[in-house]
C-alpha cells in the first residue's frame, strides 16, 4: 500500500512539473469528450478531478461544438496557460470528428470532410450529422488562441485501455479456452475509417491475448449507429451471428469499448435480444486508467515538441 501511494505521489509531482516547466510557461490541458447524461458527464469529471490540483484543466463536451472548445481555450488564457495540451477521450483516431478537430486548432488547412456539429437530441444516443443545407465550411473557421497547441492522440489502443478491457473481460470469466470474447464499439460510418477502427480494436485485442493466451477467439466489431439503415443493419446481423455462434460453441463474451454509459451499451443489448451471453454493460469508465492516460497525454505531447 505505502508502494502505491508513493508511485501515485511520484505521478502527480511528475504532472506539476510538466504544467510549470519554466516560470516563462504554463501549460493547460482542454479534454474534449463525447458528453451525454448527467452519470456520463460525471464519470469524466471523476477522472480528470486528480489532476486538477497540478494543471489548469477544462472540458469541452460535444464533440464537434466549436463554441465549446472556443470556451475552454479562453478559460485557459485567462488563467495565465500559454501551452494548450488537447486530450481527446474519443475511441478512435479515425473519424471526421478528430480530422475536424485538427482543422479547428489549426493544425489542418482545410476541413478532409463535410463540417459536423452534435445534435443533441433527446432520443437515445446523440446523433452525429452533418451541418444543415444552409450552412457552409466558410462558416465553420480555426480557433482563436494565442497558446502553443499541442494535439494529443485519441485512446486509440493504449496499453491502459488493453488493461481495462482485460479486467472487464476477466471479471466475466472462468474457463477461457471455452469462451469467445466479442469487443464491440460504436464505429464511423466511412469504410475506410471503419477498417482502421477494426484494426485499432484487433490490436487491444492482441494484447489482451499476451495477457491470456487460453481464450478461445477474440472477435472485434463495430455497431455503426449513426451509418446508413442498410450498413447498420449490416453491422447488427454480423453482430448477431458472431455472438450466437460463439455461444453455440462455448460461452460468449460480450464486452462494450466505449467511454462511458450513456446510451449505446443498451443499443448492443438490444441488438443481441433473445441471444445467450456474458455481459457486464461496464465501460472503460469509470477507471483510475483514463486519468493515467490523459496525464500520459500530457507528457507525450509536449516531449514530442523537444518541451522536457
Known sequence: MKTK?????LMFLFTLITCTINAQDKTGILILAHGGSENWNKTVDEAIEPLRKDCEVEIALGM???????EGINNLENKGVNKIVVVQLFISSYS???RQNEYLLGLRNELAD???LMDHSSTGHENHSSMSHNNDETELKPLNHKSKIYLAEPLNDHSLIADILFERISELSNTPENETVILVAHGPNDEEDNRMWVKTLD???DQIRDKNKNYKNIFCMTVRDDAPKEIYEIA??????IVNQASKDGKAIVVPVLLSQGGIEKGI??????LNYEWSGKTLLPHTNITEFIRKSLESALEKEGKI
Not at 5 to 9: D, G, L, Y
Not at 236 to 241: A, T, Y
Open 5 to 9: 501511494k508513493s508511485v501515485i505521489a
Open 64 to 70: 464537434a461544438v466549436p463554441s465549446a472548445m472556443q
Open 96 to 98: 471526421p470528428i478528430i
Open 114 to 116: 463535410e463540417p459536423m
Open 203 to 205: 490490436s487491444l485485442a
Open 236 to 241: 447488427k446481423e454480423n453482430l448477431r451471428n
Open 269 to 274: 443489448v438490444k441488438r443481441l435480444e433473445g
